[in-house]
């Protein structure tokens, strides 16, 4: 399920006659491969990671070395679930993880799921 910008709202879990239930980015259970777009770092995200900010996103695994900057846009990778450069959010900050191995990328999701009157269903797309 995607906005009319491309922006990713989630993934349908249940189809009815007349229903779908979509599972929104932000369910700590759904994580999506993902790309930081201007710099090419590659790495999953995921929500409700954080008591204090479970409207936001977090991007995980991205390389030590990253240099990622804020307001840098962050898009799917492309798999067989999501199509390539689906917009996933923004940077709002960075740090290193409690590792401290790997960097991580706090993301303002691309998509108001609170304020959603209407998301596309993307149906198929060639994933080649």
Do not use: C, W
């Amino acid at each position: 399920a995607i906005t009319a910008n491309g922006a990713v709202v989630g993934l349908i879990t249940e189809v009815g006659t007349n229903y779908s239930v979509v599972k929104t980015v932000l369910d700590s259970s759904l994580e999506i491969s993902a790309t930081i777009a201007g710099a090419g770092y590659n790495g999953i995200v995921k929500g409700g990671y954080a008591d204090e900010s479970p409207d936001k996103l977090r991007m995980n695994y991205l390389p030590n070395t990253a240099t990622i900057h804020i307001k840098d846009q962050v898009v799917t990778t492309g798999s067989t679930v999501y199509p390539r450069n689906l917009i996933l959010g923004h940077v709002i900050d960075a740090g290193f993880d409690e590792s401290g191995v790997a960097k991580f990328a706090l993301l303002e999701p691309a998509a108001d799921i609170g304020s959603l009157e209407q998301v596309f269903i993307v149906m198929d797309y060639n994933a080649g």
